[in-house]
């Protein structure tokens, strides 16, 4: 017996299905399918995609029979449709499709309309009254034919249409129509403004086109027309865009394309005929009915060109109640075999109804949610499916307010240089600094906060601001970073805007943008407008707490939070955060009049740290007699700044402990440089002298004295708690005393401890001692024989030289948090403040396929991350392993934690569902792994 | 039979050896040696090691026998000399010495002059003629006794000491003589200002004083003091410090001390007794010669105090020939035995020579050198073992001019907190502007040029000068490599002095230096004087380069060299380079006028790279078109100011193939932020747009968009060629056009292009293509088929990513540089310009050993060096591997890149000789390592 080479699909009928995707090609097996469940598709067949590449094995011939089959086909095509190919009363026409296993968008050629000639178009126009149509699609045809099948240049065709339209022009009186360039000339004559007589010009002149590039005429036989297609279409597989596609996308696996005939229909032969497009569910809200729009007497494009408003598809039941019931069938039909919500198109054809097309539906995220968790309840697909249907993305859309799209489509664009630093939408008058984003807040207005980049110094004015846009930085650059924690909107690293800060403005090109301008930002694209544009609130429903709650059955990953204060510990554990990964106690300094003390503390801090210096080096004792006396004072405002800073933050750990319930809380003691607490502007410098009663020049000296080169890689971390042990001191007393203190009320606290930027195990142990003495300390003060609850002292790792030598650390510390930013920055050697100038060249040339800030650089920084985890674990079993840097709220990087093993994840509030979610997905994506892997290895055996 | 407890040694007959050390100690072992050779050593006894375990095993009960060994041993003494212990007329005296395995100086007691009693003060007088002496002798040996033995309080000795010197400073008429504080009362009576009577006064109240504490009289019996004596050695072993001292310097394999007995010998009995030492050559200049000095009738402690000025060894042919001529044998026999030179005590006690010590003589570079040399010659060593005997640190001694050390002690110090940067010794006159450097050397002056800290702009400023001294940053910061570079003496980073540029002066404390005031620099520690000290030349003598050529033929590794300029590659071709591991093609820009082209590079290069994103962005073929014309007014000046580079490189490159003759040299790309190249002062900017001919604001706006947060992690490195790719072109076309223009000379080359800062695969590929494409097009235009060279294209390895993704990477590069201070700074998170402020305190507290920017960071860094050497030859077989970091010219670290089997190490010039001996003596110590590990297995087996 022959090879099957053609499988033909009908209604009733249907040699293939689903399955066999590599053989008939996505779109050949999908046509398969729906007849297989019983849908009403216009008929057709397949040829298949072994014929493509025997064609191409073969120096291009077809393999034997294949003639034969496609014959048979075509006649029962014929028989099915009860029209005849080339009959002028009743004919057929067909489309001609390629279609490959893997789409393969737009690379490949289609022709439409195949069985128009001369004698076809007269009898259609009979049938469909519709001349205009008709003519309209000859050209059309012949148009496509030329261009794909004959490789008659598109440009020749477009010509003759442009002089057709120019000739129009003319007689519509427009001025000087010869002159028009292209782009005018279609404004002022739009293809619908060609009438029958113009189109005919057309189908003549093209056919002298046709001639003049293939020296023949153009064919009339359906039979040729066919052949000619199928050979184009099985060519089209090897052209330069398809195999530069396969290239690009890294697809080698492929046996060639499949060629798809199917009978066309129509939707414009008549009041009894009409087109349209459904939805399974409610695509905006996700209710579970049919919700869709139709024309009567249309095409798909005429829905599209707009000329006509569809209806809803409700009115349909007017229209034609029997087509409208059947279209509810099938919705049920459809969500029942695809267990999804489908998008599908149709088509009346003198009252019958035909589907075209059915895939799954694009949904907003609150939809995406609502559908997953229904179609649970409705026993349609279980939890897991249901989790992997919702992207973490979505999930993040719904916690933020979000621009109405239809609105955002029509505003005017300020910057689209921006990255998309903290999610959702925000619009605002525009200020250049904190101290008048504070006052106008103050004054009840919306503000945006513009600055080149922001300091800690601007906290409680990004506070005050609905959205904040910088210059300046990167993803984790202080502005990016901090927006996040707050879950505010967030713009940063706009590179083409220049702020003037003093004149008060901003510009891209010739665009300046005052104070007091209304702008809108959008955190998740990056761009800004220069619109008030309308929000849509954020959507937290019902469906999305299910949701979650499936998402915690299944994760394995723990899920923390980066929280600094009760108020966002509170918002991440209504999210689900298990905890605090990451509590970083600099924050703590600037709120209020904290900075005060804290200042106060950094002046005299470096004075004293260089008295000590000298008299440990000085061996008279008589100079050291001395010199110990000239440090008292010094040392006293030194402990006196210390202890006024001590019940501030015991106060503050309190807080966040009675937040936290019983839930554990990694500490991170003070890692930034210190000078970043201190004011770098002359005329701040001043006001700070006045505040604290000492001269300019001394703080202005200070300030001098700690500027540092490369302040990432300087005085910072336990570098500072090793120079200042009082620091460490006091924040392990304010830390332990608080824990005291709430457990005083009958809550429970976990404090983890832990030493940020170790390089050496070292330097940990002398962290370690500092803190362990102060415990010591206070157990004997408090006369304690234990503390009332566990204390855990660990470190960060986010030194390549840590993650190197971490079993040496493993030794001395009881958990890793993986601080990835600053991981990120000295493994790849980027500052995450300067990177975004060139770090986009780096991604547009393919060296990283995404900001490394981004998304974890898993080849690179992961595998630091990764040695350092086995080396840890080789160690010290048990050791918790966490990762808290700003990959900890990214889907890809988690899925990389899960993989890896880590305890937790610690991501900001606001992304704590999404790391659930993603959490959840890594579990069942890895479970399918296993399956496929084990079934694979059954096969094999 | 008993154990051996105790062994005796004399000139004739000896029990022990030197290979006895565990059993005897150091110390008796050396003893029994001495005696063993024939040297007259006055004689006594050891008691072992042994007795001292045993002491602690039973409760600090000594073993069964050792009193009867020692009594016999005791008489044997007494036999020997002659002598009888407590014997009126001839008495001995003892020394009790404790003396482990392993030396712990200071840590254990001692007594001296054990034996005198009331009686035998008398009868000794009688011998001597010197009542002073012998009275100072027994108040001494009653202090020491009670001290150690007896545990009086030191402090209840000095009070009275101190009283009888106040009452001879009332006698003398002192003022205020009752107030003195001690030092100005020991300033008023030193010791030697005390009469026999103070003495004979002195010994009374210290036998009252122990008696009140001690509850006893003192022992008038010498067999008591003796054991009372051994007694506290024993205990000693335990006490606190000596404790303190093995657990810091981790001696665990000890089993306790030894304690020698030995006969005490005077120098002091008349004219026919002296003392003095000596060395077995000259140990200033190595002469194979009789060295040293001595003084008759006297005590070693007469020397030191200073009160004689001691005569020639020469003229002890004068005094006592036949004592001379003894002590010529000695010398001779001392060389034969221990096969080095050596520093020997002798006393000669009426007329008999007594030799007290000896062992390996200190001495200075030269010396070292010549003698190690010599000693080759005189059969007494090998080569290797000559190599052995000189270090590294004495090699660069020689390599630069010293102080004249009598000069530095007596000199004023400025500062002493800066590092040894870059050594030598250096003077002049202070100047704080590059700019005065230049103008006062050209006004015949020597200056040292002293900055906060310098920058690329300094660079013909520093040559001018002297010497460099910073206020700021580290071993590796600019300044430091610089002048290492140029072989100038610098002290770096010196901390505690403060500079006022615009005043002209600086301070440290209250000491003031001005502009023109003459400092002296010692590079080689890092201290600064205010006076101008006497400078010996360097001395790279005959020997020198007899031991660098044994070291050629021993070392495994090759040696390179950092250089940049032809001149710089002279120097190290004549140090003995084998080629060039580092060509900083960035120096080369700053040289005379070639920085003016440089710099209208860079102002137009920001201008184009922001019209070609514009462009690469834009979808409008319109605007797109626009832009393309504004894009070329710039683009034209930017391949102008490239194009007039080109020449200039070309010529430097020629010029340093020429000297490599035939030698490697590997080119790195322009590597610093392209900011650094432009003047960051507002006056420097000024006259910049002058000399440019453009607007002082164009330049400003430059200058503050190109400026960063944090340079290091910036843009710079191959993110310069990436976002410039004809930065990367036009040093391609230099670079092969020079090899093309020397090969036609009939010289050979071997250009390596080194491309810096790579942490992607990627990042190399994209460069990579540009040279290969650059080369594709000389060899077209040049109508050569190929090249008559080898280029090789490879990577420094400096960002920990690179490290642990080594394998990838090496699939792309022939070789691979591992630039240890970037790798330093990115792997430890140190930025090396910052982190002098807390890196002391870092290496004080021990956390690292020393500063990982001088000594590379083995356990750190070095495990990523190691990984990634690893994982380099995993991909690619026969990678060569080099270092070019400061690392390359530090012993420790090349012994460690010999260890991993690295290819090279590459320095600066001036270290070229110390690497070269370095690795020859990493191969030798390789090689010991494994005699001893196989001949320990032969032992196991």
């Known amino acids: 017996m022959a090879k099957k ?22 779109k050949g097996a999908n046509l398969a399918e729906m007849c297989t469940i019983g849908l009403p598709v216009p008929p057709g067949f397949t040829i298949t995609t072994e014929v493509c590449k025997e064609y191409y094995e073969n120096k291009k011939k077809y393999p034997q029979g294949l003639k034969e089959q496609v014959s048979l086909n075509l006649k029962k095509l014929e028989k099915t449709t ?59 045809f012949i148009q496509m034919f030329g261009d794909v099948a004959m490789e008659v240049p598109h440009s020749a065709f477009e010509h003759a249409l442009e002089e057709v339209k120019r000739k129009i022009a003319k007689q519509k009186g427009i001025q000087d129509a010869e002159d028009l360039v292209q782009e005018a000339l279609n404004k002022a004559v739009p293809d619908t403004a060609m009438d029958v007589e113009a189109l005919k010009e057309l189908v003549i002149a093209y056919k002298d086109i046709y001639k003049k590039h293939t020296k023949e005429n153009f064919p009339q036989d359906p039979q040729k027309q066919l052949w000619y297609s199928i050979n184009a279409v099985f060519n089209s597989w090897n052209n330069d865009r398809a195999i530069a596609y ?7 696996d492929l046996f060639g394309t499949a060629v798809n005939v199917q009978t066309m229909v129509f939707g414009n032969m008549g009041e009894d005929s009409g087109t349209g497009v459904g939805f399974t569910r409610d695509p905006s809200i996700g209710t579970n009915k049919l919700y869709g729009e139709f024309l009567m007497n249309a095409q798909g494009e005429d829905v599209v060109a707009g000329i006509r408003t569809p209806l809803p598809i409700d009115e349909l039941k007017q229209e034609n109640k029997r087509v409208f019931e059947e279209i509810q069938q099938i919705r049920g039909k459809l969500e029942k075999h695809y267990k999804d919500m489908q998008d599908f198109e149709f088509t009346i054809e003198k009252g019958t109804l035909y589907m075209l097309q059915t895939r799954g539906g694009k949904r907003t995220a609150a939809a995406a949610v609502k559908i997953a968790v229904d179609m649970v309840k409705e026993k349609l697909i279980d939890k897991n499916t249901a989790l992997l249907r919702v992207t973490p993305e979505q999930i993040d859309q719904m916690l933020h307010p979000m621009f109405d799209l239809i609105d955002e489509k029509k505003s005017t664009i300020f910057s689209k240089s921006g990255l998309p630093a903290s999610p959702g939408a925000a619009i605002g008058q525009v200020v250049f600094t904190a101290k008048d984003a504070e006052d106008w807040k103050a004054d009840g207005k919306k503000v945006i906060l513009c600055r080149v980049e922001t300091s800690p110094e601007d906290i409680r004015g990004m506070h005050a601001s609905s959205g904040i846009v910088t210059a300046r930085g990167g993803m984790t650059s202080h502005a990016a970073v901090v927006a996040r924690g707050m879950g505010k909107c967030c713009v940063a690293g706009a590179g083409d805007i220049v702020i003037h800060a003093h004149k008060k403005e901003m510009n891209v090109g010739k665009i300046t943008v005052k104070e007091g301008d209304w702008i809108s930002l959008n955190g998740s694209t990056g761009v800004i407008y220069i619109d008030k544009i309308k929000l849509i609130p954020a959507q937290v429903t019902g469906p999305f707490n299910v949701l979650m709650k499936w998402a915690d059955e299944v994760r394995k990953l723990g899920i923390r939070t980066n929280a600094d204060t009760p108020a966002d510990t509170k918002i991440a554990v209504e999210f689900g955060a298990e905890g605090i990964g990451l509590c970083r106690t600099e924050h703590m300094f600037f709120e209020g009049e904290r900075i005060t003390s804290f200042r106060k503390m950094i002046l005299v801090a470096p004075e004293v740290k260089k008295l000590r210096d000298a008299i440990y080096q000085e061996k008279d004792p008589e100079k050291m007699k001395r010199m110990e006396e000239e440090i008292q004072a010094p040392l006293k405002q030194y ?48 006001e700070l002298a006045q505040a604290m009663g000492i001269s300019f020049n001394k703080v202005k000296e200070t300030v001098e004295s700690l ?81 009332p609850f566990d204390v855990k002292i660990g470190t960060m790792i986010e030194i390549p030289r840590a993650a190197v030598t971490a079993d040496e650390i493993a030794k001395s510390a009881e958990f890793f948090s993986f601080g990835t930013n600053d991981l990120t920055q000295m493994g790849c ?46 160690e010290r079993k048990d050791i918790k392993l966490g990762i808290c840097g700003e990959h900890g709220g990214d889907p890809k990087s988690i899925d990389f934690c899960h993989k890896i093993g880590l305890t937790y994840v610690s991501c900001s509030p606001f992304r704590v569902p999404i790391a659930r979610l993603s959490a959840a997905q890594a579990t069942l994506k890895e479970n399918a792994n296993t399956k496929k892997a084990s079934s694979q290895n059954r096969k094999k055996q």
Chains 1, 2 share one sequence.
């Not at 290239?247 to 080698?252: F, G, L, R, S």
Request: charge should be positive; proline fraction near 5%.
């Open 5 to 26: 080479y053609v499988y033909f699909f009908s209604k009733d009928k249907s040699d293939g299905n689903t399955k066999m995707k590599n053989l008939l090609g996505g």
């Open 82 to 140: 009860g029209k005849k190919f080339g009959d002028k009363k009743n004919p057929i026409l067909v489309s001609v499709r390629s279609g490959a296993a893997v789409s393969m968008p737009g690379m490949m050629d289609t022709v439409l309309n195949l069985g128009l000639n001369d004698d076809v178009v007269e009898g259609l126009i009979d049938l469909t009254k519709n001349p205009r149509f008709v003519w309209d699609s000859y050209r059309r």
């Open 246 to 252: 396969r290239e690009i996308n890294d697809i080698t």
């Open 639 to 686: 402990h006196d700044a210390l202890a006024e800073l001590l019940p501030l933050q015991r106060t503050d750990f309190e807080g966040i402990f009675k937040e936290l319930k019983g839930y554990p809380c990694t500490i991170r003691l003070l890692d930034p440089p210190l000078h970043e607490f201190l004011p770098h502007d002359e005329k701040g410098q001043h």
């Open 707 to 787: 500027k540092e080169f490369n302040p990432m890689l300087g005085h910072r971390g336990c570098r500072l708690g090793i120079t200042y042990p009082e620091i460490t001191r006091i924040q392990t007393q304010a830390i332990i005393e608080a824990a005291l203190n709430v457990t005083a009320k009958k809550i429970k606290v976990k404090p983890e401890i832990m030493i940020p930027l170790v390089g050496h195990v070292k330097e940990l142990d002398s962290q370690k001692k500092i803190i362990l003495d102060t415990i010591a300390t206070i157990k004997k003060d408090r006369k304690l024989r234990k503390l």
């Open 829 to 874: 050697g980027f500052s995450r403040d300067d990177s975004g100038r060139f770090l986009t060249d780096y991604v547009n040339a393919g060296i990283y396929p995404i900001d490394p800030f981004q998304s974890l650089d898993i080849s690179g920084v992961g595998k630091l991350v990764e040695i350092a985890s086995d080396l840890g674990r080789k």
